[in-house]
Nanobody, 124 residues
Framework: QVQLVESGGGPVQAGGSLRLSCAGS????????MAWFRQQPGKEREFVSF????????YYAESVKGRFTISRDNARKMMYLQMNSLKPEDTAVYFC?????????????????WGQGTQVTVSP
């Protein structure tokens, strides 16, 4: 059983930065791969970034590559998403997710646990 809670979202101007946090709980937290997804109204949940259980493997959606950085601290049961050079199109509800990664890191179906989401709003 893994429970996740996101925080750190809020309003920001284009070009600014935010750091999202995902606080986890559960004995097996560190055994899970994790990811960030985002969702805009009326749209399907979109893959943003992935990090393996050890933090040694990361992937990014092309739209955020070079601007966002994913990291995790298993000792603290935390995952982070550092977002720089934010654009209005980054506006969305951001969700953290965890699962036993089996190959398709960008698919929502690969993840068993989800947080409630945190709103990021980037103004032009």
């Amino acid at each position: 059983q893994v429970q996740l809670v996101e925080s750190g979202g809020g309003p920001v101007q284009a070009g600014g930065s935010l750091r999202l946090s995902c606080a986890g709980s559960g004995r097996t937290f560190s055994d899970h791969a994790m990811a960030w997804f985002r969702q805009q109204p009326g749209k399907e949940r979109e893959f943003v970034s992935f990090i393996s259980w050890s933090g040694g493997v990361t992937y990014y959606a092309e739209s955020v590559k070079g601007r966002f950085t994913i990291s995790r601290d298993n000792a603290r049961k935390m995952m982070y998403l550092q977002m720089n050079s934010l654009k209005p199109e980054d506006t969305a509800v951001y969700f953290c997710a965890a699962g036993y990664y089996s190959g398709s890191h960008s698919q929502t179906s690969e993840y068993d646990y989800w947080g409630q989401g945190t709103q990021v709003t980037v103004s032009p």
